[in-house]
């Protein structure tokens, strides 16, 4: 019992990164369509980011912070620069997805050539770990689990109740119809770009945090996971990314306990395949409808 309890406190932190990473996946794509594959490099990037202010002194906490914003920044940058002008071509949804393979394959080796193949830490401690029953954290992993309920909370409250978020509704559903009332698209495609970044960063760094070492390429690593969740609660659906990063998280964590670590990935997919065979459409489907190109 004690293996499956202290395994279930892993899979607790685990499901709180996926569902930082997973609604800003998720809440990208619902409003934009397009199926952002340079996520887990923003995440990376992002992370490095929180390392180098951390090297010289800065606060992990306020380095996640910075973090966030750079995040946030790099992800409406690669927008505006590089998704942006393909679409206007009309590159459908098949095209996007290999350009944004291609952005995250360059960020990725840019930043190896840049930070080499090393491995690399925060300096952070974790903190005295604290005993609930059989049940054991660090100060750290808590911080990072009250960080992941905040943030998808405010997500899904701003989604719920601000014009802001209906009008990020009102364009996943329909965006012609979204026009034609006088949505602002291209601010409010800017702003989920925004916030989808500054999730990835807040992600990443939290990742680096419960992992202790990464590398230039752990973000992308990491993203077939976050898809596993976003997929599993129906993309397109913040409430469902939450679940479906618990469930992912839970899972993987006592199973690799009580299995093979190194298959954690395989238990993810394996779950998923069962949930999309009996419920194709996720646990929570948010879209209504489909589209042949990004917009």
Request: hydrophobic letters at 55%; aromatic letters at 10%; glycine letters at 16%.
């Given at each position: 019992m004690s293996v499956f309890i202290s395994a279930l406190g892993f899979g607790v932190v685990t499901a709180a990164i996926l569902a930082i990473s997973a609604v800003g996946f998720t809440l990208q794509f619902s409003v934009t369509n397009v199926f952002n594959l340079a996520f887990g490099s923003v995440m990376t990037l992002s992370g490095f980011v929180a390392y180098w202010l951390n090297q010289v002194g800065v606060d992990i906490w306020l380095a996640m912070l910075a973090a966030a914003i750079c995040g946030g920044l790099i992800s409406v940058a690669i927008n505006e620069l590089l998704y942006e002008p393909f679409i206007r071509h009309g590159v459908n949804l098949f095209g996007?997805?290999?350009?944004?393979?291609?952005?995250?394959?360059?960020?990725?080796?840019?930043?190896?050539?840049?930070?080499?193949?090393?491995?690399?830490s925060y300096n952070a401690p974790a903190g005295k770990a604290l005993h609930f029953a059989d049940f054991v954290l660090t100060r750290q992993e808590l911080a990072i689990i009250a960080i992941a309920a905040a943030l998808t909370a405010v997500v899904q409250g701003a989604l719920q109740y601000t014009r802001l978020g209906k009008a990020m509704r009102g364009l996943a559903v329909n965006p012609a119809l979204a026009r034609a009332c006088g949505v602002p698209t291209r601010s409010v495609i800017a702003l989920a770009w925004f916030v989808s970044g500054a999730l990835a960063g807040i992600g990443g760094v939290a990742l680096f945090l419960d992992i202790s070492t990464f590398t230039a390429t752990t973000g992308s690593e990491f993203l077939i996971v976050i898809i596993a969740a976003?997929?599993?609660?129906?993309?397109?659906?913040?409430?469902?990314?939450?679940?479906?990063?618990?469930?992912?998280?839970?899972?993987?964590?006592?199973?690799?306990?009580?299995?093979?670590?190194?298959?954690?990935?395989?238990?993810?997919?394996?779950v998923m395949i069962v949930v999309l065979l009996v419920r194709p459409q996720g646990l929570f489907a948010q879209l209504a409808n489909e589209r042949a190109v990004a917009r």
């Open positions: 996007m997805v290999i350009i944004t393979i291609s952005v995250g394959l360059i960020f990725d080796h840019g930043l190896q050539a840049v930070v080499g193949p090393s491995f690399f976003a997929v599993l609660g129906g993309v397109g659906s913040p409430r469902g990314a939450v679940l479906g990063a618990l469930v992912v998280g839970v899972v993987t964590e006592v199973g690799g306990a009580y299995w093979n670590p190194q298959l954690k990935d395989v238990l993810a997919f394996s």
